[in-house]
């Protein structure tokens, strides 16, 4: 009879051991699936942010040919006061 109530303490206290590894394996993976679950909605924010960049980049940079014809109108500026500082240098 001792045998058999040892055995069934064993038992007992198994059941007992793998049902908490259960419960805490349950809670480990409810936390990851969660965690998982946030990271998809960051995720998505992230790709909604980027895609409507891509939509407004090209009207908020400056364009090569207007660049360029800045950068002309700089210069022939820079050339009239460059002459300028030569004729009052040569007087």
């Known amino acids: 009879m001792q ?3 040892s055995v069934v303490n064993w038992q007992a206290m198994f059941n007992i051991a793998f049902s908490l590894a259960g419960v805490l394996g349950g809670i480990v993976m409810k936390s990851i ?3 998982l679950k946030e990271l ?3 995720d998505k924010e992230l790709t909604d942010k980027v895609q ?3 939509v407004t980049l090209p ?3 400056v364009q090569k040919a207007d660049f360029k014809e ?3 109108v ?3 500026k820079l050339d009239r006061i ?3 500082m030569d004729a009052k240098a040569d007087r």
């Open 3 to 5: 045998e058999t109530t």
């Open 33 to 35: 699936l969660d965690s």
């Open 40 to 42: 998809r909605t960051q």
């Open 52 to 54: 409507s960049l891509a």
């Open 59 to 61: 009207e908020s940079y």
């Open 70 to 72: 800045f950068m002309d």
């Open 74 to 76: 700089v210069m022939k």
């Open 82 to 84: 460059e002459d300028k």
